[in-house]
């Protein structure tokens, strides 16, 4: 259960580009639109593109009244500011993220996070909230830095760089200064002075008594500490929080000795809190559509037996995935339009419908849903007849431009898949094409490299024939995950075109890739 970039990958309704090449590398480009590709669904539970994610805010009104002006920060809401920003650094990185130099920099949120906790600041939930998210970062804390002066502080070593220095110097700035403005609070109470937000018991001053961490009666790994974190923000009424805590059940179902049973009734026990609060989150609605579409099954550890946890019930999943769409969840509503014109029986489709399908596409793109203006390019490019839909090129064009111009890859291949073979509307323009694959390629297109593989190696498109150029690009393809792009390479390594002849190799990529590749190309005959 991946907590963010949730992305329905789209159909690949045809290609200008052959795939293969051909026999013994013969040619590599193909001259028309090819058959569809079908529909790989990359549909994963998440706490998703939202990032770090906060409480749920209520659907806006339609007519919103004028926004008073905002408060100013306290220092404990200027601390979990600032950790949130720690976070969002540390995750800008992505997978180059340097762990071990960030170190000190997240130990020290936590423990600024902690202080906040502790407190009866409006920001404690918010806090606890995002130590859950620290701890998954960092489930266990590193060794304390030695007492002496550090080779990083003599100018040189592994320490901290300067900017996470200048951020531990400002949070451990804000820590001091909230700490004294806490203890001015208290002697204010204890002098009788009223201090709002604060509640005086009958003493004069209110102790407040903090609870024992709740028993984790379910399996969640190193993840212990962010649960127990998650779990004190769910209480607050966090409703991210509560669908973090669903997320881990599931994703540690291998820890519960239950076989999974308490992990998953935990699971769904929290996405239906966060589904049903006064200020719902989408996310846990999407996760339980999820859930009861595909069910889940767990093998369990003493007998090895698969128990049925979640049984498939395409009415709940419809209801949940359709709430979500409703609440405007992009995501959820170009899932919806796929669902209703494959004619998906888990989510209550019993055969394609043509009006549920652009109903909820006109909504996906609407709220400009990731993938979904390409999804709509190539529904109009090639048409359906399931649903009884014509080809309409005019809005393929506009729709393909429209993504290309928000930089999705899909979209640039799709145009330059269209000028690559030319259409009644616009001629084949293979120098324009291969611009378009260039700029999809360098937005992560895998396809997109592979036909710029198949360019250099046939020399077409005015570029000159580059067998050192093409193998480059069809390593690229291969990485991102292109499975005929292994072909090609088995064949470049075994004719020595563009690297040293290497049979081993490409013996080596047949053995590992060869039943896939088989398995792929068959899908693309039927």
Not at 74 to 93: F, H, P, S, T
Not at 452 to 476: M, T
Request: glycine share 12%.
């Amino acid at each position: 259960m991946r907590r963010a970039g949730r992305l329905l990958r789209q159909r690949r309704l045809g290609s200008g580009l052959g795939v293969g090449l051909g026999s013994g590398v013969g040619s590599g480009v193909g001259s028309g639109p090819g058959s569809g590709v079908g529909f790989g669904v990359g549909l994963g539970l998440h706490a998703r593109r939202r990032g770090l994610g906060t409480a749920a805010a209520p659907n806006p009104s339609p007519n919103p009244k004028p926004s008073a002006t905002p408060k100013p920060l306290d220092e404990e809401g200027k601390l979990v500011a600032r950790a949130r920003e720690v976070l969002e650094a540390y995750d800008a990185e992505g997978d180059d993220v340097d762990s071990a130099a960030w170190a000190e920099t997240l130990s020290t949120a936590k423990a600024s996070l902690r202080e906040v906790v502790g407190t009866e600041s409006p920001n404690a939930i918010e806090a606890a909230y995002l130590l859950g998210v620290l701890y998954l970062r960092q489930p266990t804390e590193p060794p304390p830095r030695p007492a002496t002066p550090s080779a990083a502080a003599a100018g040189g070593g592994d320490g901290p760089n300067p900017a996470q220095a200048a951020v531990l110097a400002e949070i451990l700035a804000l820590r001091k200064t909230a700490r004294r403005q806490r203890r001015e609070k208290a002697r204010r109470v204890l002098r009788g002075v009223p201090v709002q937000n604060q509640f005086i018991g009958p003493n004069g001053v209110e102790v407040q008594k903090q609870r024992a961490a709740p028993a984790i009666r379910v399996g969640v790994g190193e993840h212990f500490r962010a649960y127990r974190w998650f779990h004190a923000a769910a209480m607050g009424g966090h409703v991210n929080a509560m669908t973090r805590l669903g997320n881990l059940c599931v994703d540690n179902v291998g820890d519960d000795l239950s076989g999974g049973s308490a992990n998953i009734g935990a699971a769904v026990d929290w996405y239906v809190r966060a589904a049903a609060a006064p200020a719902p989150s989408s996310d846990a609605m999407y996760n339980l559509a999820k859930l009861y579409r595909d069910g889940f099954q767990a093998q369990v550890s003493n007998t090895g037996e698969v128990q049925e946890l979640v049984p498939q019930d395409s009415r709940r999943a419809r209801f949940w995935l359709s709430r979500a769409g409703e609440r405007g969840d992009a995501d959820a509503a170009l899932w919806l339009a796929h669902a209703a014109r494959d004619g998906d029986a888990a989510l209550g489709f019993d055969a394609p419908d043509r009006d549920a399908c652009l109903a909820w596409l006109r909504k996906a793109m609407d709220m400009d849903a990731p993938g979904v203006w390409f999804y709509a390019a190539q529904l109009y490019r090639f048409g359906d007849p399931d649903i009884g839909m014509a080809p309409e090129e005019d809005k393929f064009w506009a729709y393909a431009e429209r993504g290309a111009q928000g930089g999705d890859a899909d979209a640039l291949w799709a145009l330059a898949d269209a000028y690559m073979i030319g259409t009644p509307l616009r001629p084949r323009s293979p120098r324009k094409a291969l611009a378009l694959y260039e700029r999809a390629c360098d937005a992560g297109s895998g396809e997109s490299a592979l036909c710029l593989g198949a360019l250099f190696f046939n020399g077409e498109a005015g570029v000159p024939q580059d067998y050192k150029a093409a193998f480059r690009y069809y390593e690229l393809a291969a990485e991102r995950g292109i499975l005929i792009a292994w072909r090609n390479l088995a064949f470049m390594h075994a004719a020595g075109q563009g690297v040293p002849q290497d049979l081993a190799a490409a013996g080596r990529i047949f053995e590992t890739w060869g039943p896939l590749i088989h398995d792929w190309l068959a899908e693309q005959t039927k």
